[in-house]
């Protein structure tokens, strides 16, 4: 059974910084796409950054580019935020894409998802 479980959320000031996490267990983990989404209040749900199958490609909505760096290693998942801003406070989730796909995914696309963790950047 897929499992996905994020963690580094947390409270940070505008400019700082955090690594968020993502352990996937119950598939192959390298032969799937992961991306990272988000959930701001009172706004839609924005897919911030992915990552395709065996890393092969990522892609970035414009508004994290140069701050937000994806990756991943065998089994687990990473967004590294730098320069935080408060618009980038949300509820982050990570998520699996479809089998050996590459980053040029949207929300819809992927299929399982963990929990989510909060992010929240204010002075």
């Known amino acids: 059974e897929v499992q996905l479980v994020e963690s580094g959320g947390g409270l940070v000031q505008p400019g700082g910084s955090l690594l968020l996490s993502c352990t996937g267990s119950?598939?192959?983990?390298?032969?799937?796409?992961m991306g990272w989404i988000r959930q701001a209040p009172g706004k839609e749900r924005e897919c911030v950054a992915i990552?395709?199958?065996?890393?092969?490609s990522t892609r970035y909505t414009n508004s994290v580019k140069g701050r937000f760096t994806i990756s991943r290693d065998k089994t687990t998942l990473y967004l590294q935020m730098y320069n935080l801003q408060p618009e980038d406070t949300a509820v982050y989730s990570c998520?699996?894409?479809?089998?050996?796909?590459?980053?040029?995914?949207?929300?819809?696309?992927?299929?399982?998802w963990g929990p989510g963790t909060q992010g929240t950047v204010s002075s």
């Open positions: 119950g598939f192959n983990f390298d032969d799937y796409p």
């Open positions: 998520a699996k894409g479809p089998f050996r796909a590459g980053s040029a995914l949207g929300h819809s696309d992927f299929t399982d």
């Open positions: 990552i395709g199958w065996a890393s092969l």
